[in-house]
């Protein structure tokens, strides 16, 4: 069986309860066979700690939410794509780097962790081959050296992912 989504976006607290049935009603009438179900959506993205001229590669982000913060390189994971291709290609898309995965950090599936709604992300350890340019939806592309990371203010769980992948002893403390 094939599915496909209709992505409804509606502001927290919205009663989507009256747009499901009519929906459902619109359906069952004039596609009677198909079958419509309404639930709601997790986003599955894949986000990059990338080792390069000894430090970690950051961007600055282009679009809400978090503008202007950095953040690590990822986005979502579009269908028919692994995770580990979605972290390098958005790894490519923002930062211009070819990367070598070199492990899995872990998966941060925290319902709050994005404003956006509950996304669950895939995070890797990769290093950084090429030349460091901005792209997609990154302002601004920067590497910040290993002692100096704790001093950036990061979006969203950033600064949780680039501490386990630094510290993978310390990553369920």
Do not use: Q
Request: charged fraction near 35%; glycine fraction near 10%; include cysteine.
């Amino acid at each position: 069986m094939d599915r496909y989504v209709l992505l409804l976006k509606a502001s927290r607290g919205y009663d989507i309860s009256p747009v499901r049935e009519e929906l459902k009603e619109f359906i069952r009438e004039r596609h009677p066979e198909l079958k419509a179900e309404l639930h709601r959506c997790i986003g599955l993205t894949a986000d990059v700690v990338i080792l390069y001229r000894g430090g970690v590669v950051l961007i600055k982000r282009k679009h809400g939410p978090f503008k202007d913060h950095y953040a690590l390189p990822g986005g979502f994971v579009e269908y028919g794509e692994t995770v580990e291709e979605a972290a390098i290609r958005e790894a490519k898309e923002e930062t211009g780097l070819d990367v070598k995965l070199l492990r899995l950090v872990g998966v941060y599936s925290d319902p709050g962790r994005d404003p956006r709604g509950h996304t669950v992300t895939t995070a890797f350890l990769a290093a950084g081959f090429g030349e460091l340019k901005a792209g997609d939806d990154a302002k601004d592309v920067t590497v910040v050296p290993l002692d100096e990371i704790g001093k950036v203010k990061l979006a969203f769980d950033h600064e949780r992912i680039i501490r386990d992948a630094l510290n993978p002893k310390d990553c369920w403390g």
